[in-house]
């Protein structure tokens, strides 16, 4: 029987904390799905125990290919999906047994394209127990409502990947970008771009593992300027899509993210950093006139941090605590 959600975890070096994760997935209450999970080249046991867990439940799937990394791998669960529905979850992150089955009723009561849960989130000595969530707000978006909360300050529980349920045809032309980090920064806007509409059920149905070696919790590099082309690309769909608004908010965000980054980079031990402090200036700036001939309204705060940041960097470095 063809499943109705298509569950895809991307595995690579996570043998520590698999099991929970697999676990979790198996022990949900909605069981019409196929799990995924991609070996993405792990070095360590993780693709000996996908494949015994394939032989103790037919719904589980395994692909072992080539490390390619976290796009690679989704994009390779998304290529073999069967059903109607798509999630993602990281395989050092899990998940409360109710979690789909929450998700999926949200969808065909709300007559939704996407929905979307919250999120806890712990550290590795920290031992994740879910309390009942008596939160029952509900919140319907349509799809540009949806991208405005993407520059909001709950902007991150929209632009992650793994705490929503979509309809499999949204991503019929749409990949996450291979090579990347911050992939769904690249990604997320165009999905939700494509929903009519989108239920956000704010309960709290996912666990989301903080760990030192993660990419989020690594000392700066260079790959974490991915994000700000992540924005950049942002800005030129919603242009390409004439949406002013958006693309004007955006960009916004994108010259305090290009701050946010220098002052990283400029406090880094980084070969030639110089040179790449020089490039983010010149971007700020270039986007600065661009909102400056926009009549784009913003505090008297903000207009003085970017003119500060625009005539001396180095001084906004030494002043951002306090501004």
């Not at 569950?7 to 979790?24: G, L, M, Q, T």
């Not at 990419?215 to 390409?240: A, C, H, M, Q, V």
């Amino acid at each position: 029987m063809k499943p109705i959600v298509s569950i895809i975890v991307p595995i690579y070096n996570v043998e520590r904390y698999i099991n929970k994760c697999i676990d979790s997935i198996l022990s949900q209450t909605f069981k019409k799905f196929e799990l995924i999970l991609v070996d993405d080249g792990s070095p360590d046991s993780c693709g000996e125990m996908c494949d015994k867990y394939a032989k103790l439940d037919y719904r589980i799937k395994v692909i072992h290919k080539k490390n390619g990394g976290l796009s690679s791998a989704r994009n390779a669960g998304i290529d073999i999906a069967q059903g109607k529905y798509i999630g993602f979850i990281d395989s050092d992150d899990w998940i409360k047994n109710d979690m789909y089955e929450s998700l999926y009723k949200a969808i065909i009561k709300y007559d939704a394209d996407i929905s979307i849960c919250d999120f806890i989130k712990f550290n590795e000595n920290y031992d994740l127990s879910f309390k009942e969530d008596s939160r029952k707000n509900i919140e319907i978006w349509n799809n540009i409502e949806a991208l405005e909360k993407l520059n909001t300050d709950n902007c991150g529980k929209i632009v992650i990947a793994w705490n929503k349920l979509y309809k499999k045809e949204l991503w019929s032309d749409i990949r996450f970008p291979e090579g990347r980090i911050h992939e769904d920064v690249f990604t997320m806007h165009k999905i939700l771009f494509k929903a009519n509409r989108v239920v956000n059920t704010n309960k709290i149905l996912y666990g989301y593992l903080q760990r030192s070696s993660s990419i989020i919790g690594t000392k700066f590099s260079l790959k974490k300027l991915d994000y700000i082309d992540g924005l950049r690309e942002r800005i030129n769909f919603y242009r390409k899509n004439n949406l002013k608004k958006l693309e004007e908010d955006t960009r916004v965000i994108l010259c305090c993210s290009i701050r946010d980054y220098y002052c990283k980079l400029r406090n880094s031990n980084i070969e030639n950093k110089e040179k790449y402090l020089k490039f983010l200036h010149a971007l700020f700036n270039s986007n600065y006139m661009i909102l400056k001939k926009s009549n784009i309204t913003v505090s008297i705060k903000q207009n003085i941090v970017m003119k500060i940041f625009k005539y001396n960097p180095n001084l906004y470095v030494k002043l951002k605590n306090i501004l």
